[in-house]
């Protein structure tokens, strides 16, 4: 630009002006401008490609390591700009959510009792490790025979190998029918044929969002609401989640008039909704619903004509007086259109093999079922592993006794745990299920807002090294909520978190 | 219950994607599978049902399959000690396995006769390579966008391809006069085609070896379609799952070879689906991939991937079956061989009843030529003789208007 001056005083004159510098000008100008854009665009590809070792803290995104392939492409010239679609576009960025940027960070310095003592505790992932002592011993001793088959059960390997139904083999869906029965208090029976399995819970609810609503839809989903929801609905399905906000005051339960507002106003805005979303028991709450309220949910799904989609993966892990209440049994003891309501459940949190990838979809619409069986192509449970569950959901001895331990332990834990956070002045929300407290450290974090909220934290994170999970990222709208999960603990090793969460709580209150 | 109330519920509205045909599982691809599912052929049981030939599944080596998995149980047990046994029944990342995808990194490139290397951070697992074509799909176009896929094609893609992720496939004409062979004026003419509808064309998605024409691409069409999609900017996708079959293994030649010959030049916009299922004959365990020479869609994809994990405990068996170097090398060898034998069988077979077949060298199948049957040289007369063969000769056989074939 600083060329574009002397120009002017090389024409003279009048049409000088137009000639000599108004035209010249403006050529500099769009020239400089195509030079800058070419310079930038090749720098920018460039530094993708020398970049490739650690990750900065502001894109978590694990960059790949240099390969012989990659060292070989940064070294054209020609960087080849084709195109991603818009969804690819939006999923490639760093993730801004505090949920996956705090696993991320874990990866990056995990907490290890003899390896590194001084690694960051995960407490933001609600995996339950109180139990695995249970499943490893039941593997080693009845593996071997439970995928290949011993005589009696005829397993052969033309059971695993070939094509199999997409949507799970029946024996699964049978043992998976019986044990949601159990766990879920015994008073409701599941039908099998209205079952279709998937590779986890995750693919069973973005399964059902593409069959209840199309792009651009919505559903209502109360908050606060795990973090996984915002990928499950939103990406591919393209639908959106509007929040319905609970409030402490109620302990964050769902209220029927929340739901009504929420459902005029987008009405107002031109937004169609099609359904709610509810997890019973509530993650990250950990509240459960009672049968009086998931009437009213019916009443008000039956209202607007919409469905329900219930995530109840958490209703085996129970710990408190409550009783859990799936509500696939009030379905069966009120005359109520029941194609509106699919439950999903699965097996990663009350029987711990998230590995595994088990999940279902459970829905008396016949057209749901349909579509979504042609869906699990996408999504299929490898069948030796299908094998392998069917034969543990079918030792009855060890399921009760698993059910029963694992409640026990967990129980134990979260009071345990709770106990300590009141001694330390932390009040959680009342709970009765779930692996993880709902604490209000609203009282720490200065100022009252999201802002207070990240930057405790981040205290967190860097100073105790705990990964907790802030309630910015489960859209609640009051800040200073954490949730803490539990079960990535043993008993033994809570002394431990809470003197971390001791350093940060008395950092705090000395500023303040 | 109480009284019975009759009501008239407004009957609740489904997606549209949900009351779709997109699926296309409405073709006669799927009704014979149907046709075969209600009567299916048994050699003493059942011996005038419908023999399953409309299905690509590998059988010949369930053998040495089965030995392996007999004698190595223990692969599927996790070894001593609590650590290894905990992180893997937890273990769901989406990066998947380390030692699996060194193992298929490996095993990838011993059936290429490691003519191309793999980079093991560069796999992404998916549960199977339709949940593989579909993710590359979702990432590589926009609703309404098109992919060109030359025809006849394997009829799932209509599925995989189309249905949940709104892109379009658009046809790229092959026929029997240059023996189905993709041609570059067949190229640019779909490309027109897709323009003239107003459709964006993002990639290009070539079987190799093609299903269901049963043979493995040339290296100077390679070298064409490759030149093509650098033109055009846009994406080439390489199906490979049949790459292990091919019945001489120097007949093969991967688009991964041609990249590495070129230096990795314009590799960025090359992507390359594998599978298990073909190959190694185990579509239950449902084992895809999607190797990427993209760090975008690598990374874009793996995320995508938590849709589509495998089990951990598959992860872990196949990593071990894989590295067994032994028995892969067999396993590739034999099975080869076996497929040979049979296709050359079925062809002499087909050959002395008067039936002549596109010359193959790959896949579990074979493209017969019956248009010297068909009362009327149409669609209308193929279906009709599909028809027939499927209710009275009682074979499943799938026609070629179900793989979008331009000629009866």
């Known amino acids: ?512 | 219950m109480g009284i019975e109330i009759e009501q008239n519920h407004p009957s609740v509205e489904l997606s549209s994607i949900a009351t779709s045909e997109t699926h296309g599982e409405n073709s006669p691809y799927f009704a014979g599978w149907k046709a075969y599912d209600e009567d299916p052929y048994h050699e003493i049981t059942n011996p005038s049902g419908v023999i399953q030939m409309g299905l690509a599944e590998n059988q010949v080596s369930f053998d040495l399959l089965e030995k392996y998995l007999e004698e190595n149980s223990k692969a599927s047990t996790w070894g001593k000690g609590g650590t290894s046994f905990r992180e893997n029944a937890l273990f769901q990342d989406y990066h998947g396995l380390k030692s699996f995808r060194k193992a298929m990194a490996s095993f990838m490139e011993k059936i290429r006769g490691n003519k191309a290397k793999f980079d093991y951070e560069r796999i992404v697992l998916t549960a199977g390579a339709t949940a593989a074509n579909e993710l590359l799909t979702f990432i590589l176009a926009n609703p309404g966008d098109a992919l060109l896929v030359p025809t006849p094609y394997y009829p799932g893609f209509d599925r995989d391809l189309r249905w949940r992720t709104g892109v379009n496939i658009v046809p790229i004409h092959c026929d029997s006069s240059n023996n189905f062979q993709i041609t570059v004026e067949a190229l640019e003419t779909a490309y027109k085609n897709a323009e003239s509808m107003n459709m964006k064309v993002k990639a290009v998605l070539i079987t190799n070896p093609s299903n269901p024409l049963g043979i493995s691409i040339q290296r100077s069409v390679l070298e064409d379609i490759l030149d093509f999609v650098t033109r055009k900017n846009i994406h080439l996708v390489s199906d490979e799952i049949y790459s292990g079959s091919v019945f001489s293994s120097h007949e093969f030649i991967s688009v991964a070879e041609i990249l590495e010959s070129r230096q990795y030049k314009d590799a960025e916009r090359v992507h390359i689906v594998y599978s298990l299922s073909k190959d190694l004959g185990l579509p239950g365990f449902r084992v895809g991939t999607i190797y990427s020479y993209n760090d975008k869609v690598v990374t874009t994809a793996r995320r995508m991937s938590s849709f589509t994990l495998i089990s951990s405990q598959t992860q872990h068996l196949l990593a071990s079956m894989l590295s067994d170097e032994s028995f892969t090398d067999n396993y590739i060898k034999i099975n080869r061989e076996r497929l040979r034998k049979r296709y050359e069988m079925i062809i002499e077979g087909l050959k002395s009843a008067g039936i002549e077949c596109l010359k193959g060298n790959a896949g579990l199948f074979c493209w017969m030529n019956m248009s010297p049957m068909l009362e009327n040289d149409t669609r209308e007369g193929e279906l009709k003789l599909w028809n027939e063969i499927l209710n009275e000769v009682k074979l499943n056989i799938s026609p070629g208007c179900s793989c979008h074939c331009s000629e009866p």
């Open chain 1, 1 to 512: 630009m600083k060329l574009i001056v002397p120009l002017q005083s090389v024409v003279q004159g009048r049409n000088g002006f137009l000639l000599g510098s108004l035209i010249p000008c403006a050529l500099f100008y769009f020239l400089q401008l195509y030079l800058k854009r070419r310079r930038s665009n090749s720098s920018n590809s460039s530094n993708n490609n020398n970049n490739p070792s650690s990750p900065s803290s502001s894109s978590p995104t694990p960059v790949l390591p240099r390969s012989s392939s990659r060292s070989n492409l940064s070294s054209r010239g020609s960087i080849s700009r084709v195109r991603v679609s818009k969804l690819a576009s939006i999923l490639s960025k760093p993730d801004d959510s505090l949920y996956y940027i705090g696993l991320d960070r874990v990866l990056q310095d995990p907490y290890h009792v003899f390896v590194n003592p001084n690694g960051i505790i995960q407490l933001g992932l609600s995996d339950n490790k109180l139990c695995l002592d249970l499943i490893e011993k039941w593997l080693v001793k009845n593996l071997e025979g439970s995928v290949m088959g011993n005589g009696d059960m005829n397993l052969s390997i033309n059971g695993i190998v070939p094509y199999q139904p997409f949507d799970g083999l029946n024996e699964l869906k049978i043992a998976l029918a019986d044990f949601m029965h159990q766990v879920m208090g015994g008073s409701v029976e599941f039908d099998p044929s209205n079952m279709v399995l998937t590779s986890g819970a995750t693919p069973a609810i973005e399964i059902l969002s593409f069959c209840l609503a199309d792009q651009g839809n919505a559903f209502l989903v109360p908050t606060p609401f795990y973090p996984g929801f915002d990928r499950d609905v939103r990406w591919r399905p393209g639908i959106d989640l509007i929040p319905v906000h609970c409030r402490s005051t109620d302990n964050f339960n769902l209220n029927i008039t929340a739901l009504e507002q929420a459902f005029s106003q987008a009405r107002k805005r031109g937004v169609k909704v099609r359904g709610i979303l509810i997890s019973n028991p509530s993650n990250p709450v950990g509240n459960i619903l009672t049968p009086d309220m998931l009437f009213s949910l019916l009443d008000f799904a039956e209202d607007k004509n919409i469905h329900i989609i219930a995530d109840e993966v958490f209703a085996g892990s129970t710990y408190g007086s409550e009783e859990f209440v799936s509500i696939a049994e009030v379905l069966d003891s009120e005359y109520i259109d029941k194609s509106r309501v699919h439950i999903i459940y699965g097996l990663s949190k009350d029987l711990s093999i998230a590995g595994f990838r088990v999940g279902l979809i459970y829905s008396h619409n016949k057209t749901v079922l349909d579509a979504a069986k042609k869906m699990s192509r996408f999504a299929t449970i490898s069948a030796p592993t299908q094998r392998l569950v069917t034969s543990m959901l079918s030792d009855k001895r060890f399921i009760q006794e698993y059910i029963e331990t694992n409640r026990n332990r967990i129980r134990r834990v979260h009071d345990e745990f709770v106990d300590c956070l009141t001694k330390l002045g932390i009040k959680c929300a009342k709970s009765s299920a779930g692996m993880f407290c709902w604490a209000d450290m609203s009282g720490l974090i200065k100022p009252y807002s999201e802002k207070g909220e990240l930057e405790l934290w981040e205290k967190f994170m860097s100073v105790a090294k705990i990964n907790i999970t802030p309630g910015s990222a489960c859209h609640c709208i009051e800040p200073g909520w954490f949730r803490i999960c539990f079960t990535t603990i043993s008993f033994e090793e809570i002394p431990l978190v809470i003197e971390r969460i001791r350093k940060v709580v008395e950092t705090c209150k000395s500023s303040s």
